[in-house]
């Protein structure tokens, strides 16, 4: 078995997890409130910022030109989709990116933030891809979760978790050949480095669970604050 089969064979656990988290399921029956949306959206953009570095980092490191040029593809393609979710203006006023340079960032985005970026010193392709990817893995697999749902379909609902950019799909598509350049890195590293980067993998699937959460119960550094000032035990968030 290949180490991207690995990955993906152990990282099912994780794909189950996600799909049955209460905010996943609330996108599923139209049951999120305006302020679990709200929250999600602007942790989420600070969070696709973050991976521009992560990606940069990934031009930087890469073994080959090829390599380059995909990343550097999709770079491009995170920066224009950034574009786009920045043009949109949702119902609670617009964000532009002048006024979510003010927004704080909060604890869980910040724990997964800095599990990706701590993978850049090491200039390993094998060592930082498997922190990103796993999220587009992750997103991709629940969009093709959300085709086997009966799912609400009014917005925001409808477009979220929904595959629209066949860029990513195929095997042409950006995570098999991430996949693949994860494999052909692999083939020249010993077992520890091997295992270290399945490790970092699955230790992104677990985050992207805890980024669920921290949205569907808005986990914010004043409530955690509220909570440890106030003396109480126990993660009653
Ligand atoms: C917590 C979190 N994890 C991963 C992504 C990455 N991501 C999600 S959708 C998408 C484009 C493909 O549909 C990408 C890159 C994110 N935004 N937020």
Redo the contacts with the bound molecule.
């Keep these: 078995m290949s180490l991207s089969e690995e990955m993906i064979q152990e990282a099912q656990p994780y794909l189950i997890a996600n799909e049955k988290h209460p905010f996943v399921q609330g996108i599923i029956k139209g049951q999120l409130t305006p302020a679990q949306l709200q929250y999600y959206d602007r942790q ?1 953009i600070a ?2 910022y973050n ?1 521009v570095a992560v990606i940069t980092a990934l031009v930087n490191a890469s073994t080959s030109t090829e390599q380059a040029l995909l990343f550097q593809k999709r770079l491009t393609l ?1 920066l224009s ?1 950034l574009k786009d979710w920045l043009k949109r203006e949702p119902a609670d006023g617009p964000h532009d990116w002048e006024s979510l340079k003010q927004a704080p960032i909060q604890p869980i985005n910040q724990l ?1 933030r800095q599990h990706m970026v701590a993978t850049i010193p090491t200039h390993s392709v094998l060592q930082i891809l498997p922190s990103f990817a796993a ?2 893995w ?3 697999e629940l ?1 093709k979760f959300m085709e086997t749902q009966t799912r609400v379909e009014t917005e925001p609902f409808r477009s979220f978790l929904t ?1 629209s ?1 066949q860029d ?1 799909l195929g095997p042409r598509g950006y995570i098999q050949q991430f996949f693949d350049i994860i494999d052909h890195e692999a083939q020249t590293a010993s077992t520890q480095e091997q295992q270290r980067a399945k490790a970092t993998f699955l230790k992104s699937c677990l985050l ?1 669970w805890y ?1 669920w959460d921290a949205a569907y119960k808005q986990i914010t550094w004043e409530n955690w604050q509220t909570m440890a000032l106030k003396g109480q035990a126990g993660l009653g968030l």
Aim: charged share 30%.
């Design positions: 989420d969070f696709e991976e995170q989709m997964y999220g587009e992750m997103y991709i969009g595959l950019n990513f992207e980024f």
